[in-house]
């Protein structure tokens, strides 16, 4: 299993990675989630892979540390609301510019 959400996650911020160096607004905002998604999946898997253990620091033999699915609820609407705020600005961009690519080109009479 672990094999398995390791791949997820190398899959997960390669696609990410990809779609961030795109020149267009959206597939960067799509790598930026995609990005987001790969560091939930590390995170709670940093809290050991067990099924159908309790989070709780007990009795039990064995447990899966409630900490890191604390980090990922935080981190869930802290990705949601960046990504709002992220969308904005490239609707913006994309109003006042009537083009949505995320470079600049050089201005002619600079050369």
């Not at 398995?4 to 990675?17: D, E, N």
């Not at 600005?89 to 109003?95: E, H």
């Amino acid at each position: 299993m672990e094999i398995l959400v390791a791949s997820a996650i190398g899959i997960l911020t390669a696609g990410g990675l990809y779609l961030v160096l795109r020149l267009r607004t959206f597939p960067v905002i799509m790598g930026i989630s995609l990005l987001t998604y790969a560091v939930n999946v590390f995170l709670f898997a940093s809290g050991r892979l067990t099924v159908g253990a309790p989070p709780i620091l007990g009795d039990a033999t064995t447990y899966t540390d409630p900490l890191p699915q604390a980090l990922v609820l935080t981190a869930i609407v802290i990705s949601f609301g960046m990504t709002a705020v992220v969308v904005m600005i490239a609707l913006g961009a994309y109003l006042g510019g009537d083009d949505d690519r995320v470079d600049d080109p050089a201005p002619e009479d600079a050369l």
